[in-house]
């Protein structure tokens, strides 16, 4: 399984990014669907650089 950043927005445009566990991008869309069900999915990337920095976010936003 592969790492896939999933970035959702829902109708009143509140966004949300998530790191999802797939086996490719249709199944992590698929999984991101399911799982948000009052989102919308934008983006899905699978790029470490973008795994990595929202690894980073994370942490920060954790500490603060």
Avoid: G
Avoid at 20 to 32: E, F, G, M, R
């Amino acid at each position: 399984m592969q790492s896939y950043v999933v970035n959702l927005v829902d109708k009143y445009n509140n966004h949300k990014t998530k790191v999802i566990q797939a086996n490719n991008i249709k199944d992590a869309q698929k999984l991101a669907e399911e799982k948000y069900t009052t989102y919308e999915v934008l983006r899905i990337t699978p790029d470490k650089m973008a795994l990595e920095y929202y690894r980073v976010i994370k942490q920060e936003d954790f500490h603060d």
